[in-house]
Nanobody, 127 residues
Framework: EVQLVESGGGLVQAGGSLRLSCAAS????????IGWFRQAPGKEREVVSC????????YYADSVKGRFTISSDNAKNTVVLQMNSLKPEDTAVYYC????????????????????WGQGTQVTVSS
């Protein structure tokens, strides 16, 4: 059974950092793409960052470039999203999602391209 479990969310002041983890089970990351998405109250879900595990290529939304870093630890079957310089507008429920990699260097960034989703973890950034 494929499972994704997010952890690491919490409450932090603006300018602070959080480290989100997405632990995968039921499959091995090295042939999958993993995406982090977020949804704030009253807003649509948006992509944050993605990694194509077979080749390590990454994608970042403009709003998080230079502040967030995505990485994959295939030995631990975990993807980490390091979030620095957090802003109140980063407040949202963060979800990780997985799909079999489409091809080398193609990074899926649309929610509908992902087959498996975690339950989400709340990130709250106070001003």
């Amino acid at each position: 059974e494929v499972q994704l479990v997010e952890s690491g969310g919490g409450l932090v002041q603006a300018g602070g950092s959080l480290r989100l983890s997405c632990a995968a089970s039921g499959f091995t990351l090295d042939s999958y793409a993993i995406g982090w998405f977020r949804q704030a109250p009253g807003k649509e879900r948006e992509v944050v960052s993605c990694i194509n595990s077979p080749d390590g290529s990454t994608y970042y939304a403009d709003s998080v470039k230079g502040r967030f870093t995505i990485s994959s630890d295939n030995a631990k079957n975990t993807v980490v999203l390091q979030m620095n310089s957090l802003k109140p507008e980063d407040t949202a429920v963060y979800y990780c999602a997985a799909t079999r990699a489409y091809s080398d260097y193609y990074i899926p960034t649309l929610g509908r391209e992902y087959d498996y989703w975690g339950q989400g973890t709340q990130v709250t950034v106070s001003s």
